[in-house]
């Protein structure tokens, strides 16, 4: 993969997460988020995490986010119901300058952080490939092997997190609607 | 060529039988007059039938295949290092067991028929019924541990359930209780000896919970962790088989319906115990200590409970005892490693037993539901079928020549002898006197003399022919099944050739003879088996004897509490009086009290009151930082953040 | 071969704006998708050390956080229909600032 299809989707990624924070309405805001996501998914893709990718789609810029537009489109939001933000550059200028420091500090880190990856072939060596020689490292089987075997506690709790939020939800809205 | 997948389906039909039953129970609550009570009882014969079909086929197929036949239905599950299919496993062991079980269990669901007719929640007591069929099936195929657990577990669930089938009699529902629990302590030690095997064999490098597996690398453990093991795995028989000391739910078990004690309190579930010894035959074998220490407990349990049997007064108290006792002997057999002697006993006690239950269920049907023998007397007048079938069981269990019960008891008493127990020996033989006594004594009682309640007798009448039939086929399988398992000096056990590749050979003769010095031992054998036979026939005659000149003679036997040792005897040796001083009202008052005094007012209110408040006052107190301005806890947040952030970059360097 | 800090560096862009956005910001949608984007960040920076150290822990971490998320958004988006809702019920305008939050407080 040629290193340009990288730059060309942190681009992507980055300067629609920009336009989402800077969007007066909530609705191209989640737009543009979403084409964050979809860009992050072909990150993730070249991270050799294809199950990621994939559920970063199908979960994140699918379902999570058609949730959103969903909300936003049902509670018809109308230009008074959107809150006054006057001063609304200053903030977010204010906001870019904290972000802009914790920034700053992570490229500091990173920038020393220069010891050399595992190589594909390694990795391949290490989770096999599949018959079309691409590793089957992040594929639906190891992922899904690591996830059972090792992190089998996480996931059960994350499942009760899943039920608790489900439970919670039905409370919330049978009170009022 | 049988196909493998005959296999699977022994246990499939009763399991259907099972969930189509249940659903007719389930849909028909409430509808008055019930399901038709032919169309049930057909599906719940049909399903016990169908497996004794496919068991045959199997069972004739064993002949040419003596590894047997393994099939793989699906994988139950698979954990890392522990792979669990739901493989069934029949061999010449596992052959005989669903021989048994299917045949025996479909007679019995024929006699049920007949039995149950009247009786309310028909189709719910089959249901159980073909369940326990099912679970017993998959207790004795199952090719692993976990699979046989789950039809041992399943076993115990179905014994539980139909103990109580007259649930709303509170003494019924607490004897299935109590066969519950007392199942669940050996149950423990079961689970102890599973996950000492295996995790032992695991750190040998050999994970496995495969029986042939574990047959294979037997000779990996050492003397003493197979001891260890074996009792472990030996105290989940006691609790399954009755064994002491936790032999004291079978008599109570009684509670159930006759059928459901002749099928699982005598001929199948109780039987497990010795199955499963006899399927870690391997695991015995490394360690006689074990083995020992099951025939010691095999024969005291025999000798206890025969003592119990000659003083009750309930018929099927009596067969109860006579259970446990024999129960007792197979494990004296499978203890000195003669498996072929134990396994065969099972096989011929599940054809009389069965014949005595369901003969005294025939008795107490005529009898309007009476199970106690003060009011029995000259019945064979009125039930001269039911009299005769049960005389015969009784010689056959009393150990007379030519009947099945002659053979397999005196290869079981053989089989002591020759193991240099002979204190063991003389315990099994004053019991095969005890146990002629004791079934002569409820024959005579029962059958003989003057009746001793002329308005039940009068009414008395011959069961209809769906429960004489199988008592008729379990006759003549009690006369004849004796011939499979002759001593060596009649030619030889065919039973024990039969079952050789499964559980070992039990060698009469040292191996290193030939020769002239192998024809003296040969002569010597014979000779000392002919004398061991005649022990026990003389045993037996006397007990007869003197059951006849106790209770054959007097026109009306007393009784009455007894006295002295007698008393012992009839109070069944204080067990439960000792357990329920020792266990059950400690723990009642205990509890109770706990409940009462700790639990409720301390724990239960404490923490419904003490939450709140505590919750309370950490609330009055953290009020105070929260705004509730949403952007300030996000600064403090950010803050936060920050801080830590810049102390571990100035702390760490990469 | 892309070095692998360069992912970091895009990681730690997208949570710097997510967090801008989540300080800067009044209103409630953008303030929620900007947590949205802040996990995003983070998920970036598990795959990208997992591709560096050859293991998998990494994505699992990613996908408990997109089931954190799905979670957080029926939530989320419950309790601010529910404000919404309660703040036109009572003709307040600015119905969807951040603000509204400090009536839960009481």
């Known amino acids: ?177 | 060529m049988t196909s493998s997948y005959l296999v699977s389906l022994v246990p499939l039909f009763p399991l259907l039988g099972a969930i189509l039953l249940g659903l007719i129970a389930l849909f028909s609550v409430g509808s008055g007059e019930g399901p038709n009570r032919r169309l049930v009882g057909l599906i719940a014969c049909l399903g016990p039938i169908l497996s004794l079909v496919v068991a045959t086929r199997l069972f004739l197929g064993l002949y040419d295949h003596p590894q047997g036949y393994v099939h793989t239905a699906f994988t139950w599950f698979s954990v890392g290092s522990l792979h669990v299919p739901a493989e069934f496993w029949a061999d010449r062991l596992s052959g005989v067991m669903i021989m048994v079980v299917t045949f025996v269990g479909s007679l019995i669901h024929i006699y049920s028929v007949g039995y149950m007719g009247h009786e309310r929640g028909f189709t719910r007591f089959f249901a159980y019924l073909n369940l326990f069929t099912f679970s017993m099936l998959v207790l004795v195929l199952g090719k692993n541990v976990p699979l046989m657990f789950l039809g041992w577990e399943g076993v115990g669930a179905c014994s539980y359930l139909l103990i109580g089938y007259y649930f709303t009699e509170s003494e019924k529902a607490l004897a299935a209780n109590k066969a519950f629990i007392v199942n669940r302590v050996g149950d423990f030690g079961f689970l102890l000896g599973l996950f000492t095997l295996f995790w032992y064999l695991g750190s040998k490098g050999v994970w496995t919970v495969d029986f042939a597996t574990i047959r294979a690398h037997a000779d990996l453990i050492t003397p003493a962790m197979a001891g260890v093991i074996g009792m472990l795995l030996f105290v989940g028989a006691m609790g399954k088989s009755a064994q002491i000391p936790l032999h004291t739910w079978l008599a109570d078990a009684m509670a159930g319906p006759t059928p459901v004690s002749a099928l699982i309190h005598a001929a199948t579930m109780v039987t497990a115990g010795v199955y499963m010894v006899a399927r870690m035959a391997a695991v015995y074998g490394v360690a006689p200590a074990a083995g020992h220490f099951i025939a010691i407990v095999g024969m005291c349990t025999a000798i206890l409970a025969a003592t119990i049997a000659i003083t009750q007064h309930n018929i099927k108290k009596v067969l109860a005892y006579s259970t446990v006792s024999q129960l007792g002997y197979m494990f004296a057999a499978v203890g000195a490693g003669a498996y072929a002697a134990g396994v065969f006993h099972l096989f011929t006690h599940a054809f009389f037993k069965a014949l005595l239950f369901l003969g005294a269920g025939a008795v107490i049907h005529a009898m309007h539901h009476e199970e106690e023998m003060d009011r029995y007397g000259g019945l064979i007048r009125k039930l001269p079928f039911t009299g005769g079938v049960m005389l015969i069981a009784c010689v056959a269990i009393a150990g007379l020549p030519p009947l099945a019960g002659f053979f397999s008891k005196d290869a079981i008493l053989f089989a002591q002898w020759e193991s240099g127990w002979y204190w063991l020996y003389a315990v099994g033989l004053f019991t095969s006197f005890l146990t002629a006594f004791y079934m002569f004594r409820m024959w005579f009682l029962t059958f003989t003399g003057r009746p001793r309640d002329a308005q039940l007798f009068s009414h008395a009448h011959e069961g209809p022919a769906v429960m004489n039939g199988p008592l008729l086929v379990l006759a003549a399988g009690t006369v004849t099944v004796g011939f499979l398992g002759l001593p060596e000096a009649l030619g030889g056990s065919a039973f024990a050739h039969w079952l050789a590749p499964a559980v070992g050979e039990h060698a009469h003769l040292p191996a290193d003879l030939s020769g002239g010095a192998l024809a003296a031992a040969k002569v010597a054998l014979h000779r000392s088996e002919w004398l061991f036979a005649s022990f026990a026939v003389v045993a037996g005659g006397l007990g007869i004897l003197f059951a006849w000149l106790k209770h054959g003679t007097h026109v009306l036997p007393v009784f009455g509490q007894a006295s002295g040792l007698f008393g012992v005897f009839q109070n069944k040796w204080y067990f439960d009086h000792v357990y329920d001083a020792l266990f059950v009202k400690p723990s009642i008052h205990l509890l109770g009290w706990g409940t009462r005094h700790v639990v409720d007012p301390f724990i239960i209110d404490g923490v419904v009151r003490g939450v709140p408040r505590l919750y309370g006052a950490f609330a009055d107190t953290i009020r105070l930082l929260q705004t509730g301005a949403v952007r300030v806890y996000a600064y403090v947040l950010l803050v936060g953040m920050l801080a830590l952030l810049s102390f571990v970059l100035t702390k760490w360097s990469f | 071969m892309i070095p692998t800090h360069h992912f970091l560096i895009v990681s730690a862009a997208l949570f710097s704006i997510g967090l801008a956005g989540f300080i800067g910001r009044r209103n409630l949608f953008i303030i929620f998708m900007s947590v949205e984007l802040m996990l995003n960040g983070v998920n970036l920076s598990f795959l990208a050390f997992a591709r560096h150290l050859g293991d998998l822990g990494g994505h699992v971490f990613t996908f408990l956080v997109i089931a954190l998320a799905a979670a957080e958004a029926a939530i989320g988006l419950a309790i601010v229909i529910l404000i919404f809702k309660n703040a036109g019920a009572a003709a307040q305008s600015d119905a969807l600032s951040v603000d509204q939050y400090q009536a839960l407080k009481h």
């Not at chain 1, 789609?57 to 699918?62: C, K, P, S």
């Not at chain 1, 959107?82 to 001063?87: D, F, V, W």
């Open chain 1, 1 to 177: 993969m040629h290193p340009a299809f990288f730059y060309l989707l942190s681009f992507v990624a980055i300067a629609a997460a920009l336009a989402m924070v800077t969007q007066r309405h909530p609705l191209p805001a989640a737009f543009a988020l979403v084409l964050s996501f979809l860009g992050l998914a072909g990150v993730y893709a070249l991270l050799v995490a294809p199950l990621m990718a994939i559920l970063q789609i199908l979960v994140y810029a699918g379902a999570i986010m058609a949730l959103v537009v969903f909300v936003i489109m049902l509670l018809n939001v109308r230009d008074e119901d959107l809150p006054r933000e006057p001063g609304m550059p200053w903030q977010l200028g204010a906001g870019f300058a904290v972000g802009g420091v914790f920034f700053a500090m992570m490229v500091d880190v990173l920038s020393k952080y220069n010891s050399s990856p595992v190589t594909v072939s390694e990795l391949s060596r290490a989770y096999g490939t599949s018959a079309t020689g691409e590793p089957l490292f992040g594929g639906i089987a190891t992922v899904g092997q690591v996830l059972f075997l090792k992190y089998t506690f996480p996931f059960e709790v994350i499942s009760v997190l899943l039920t608790v939020a489900v439970v919670g939800v039905v409370v919330l809205a049978k009170r009022r609607i």
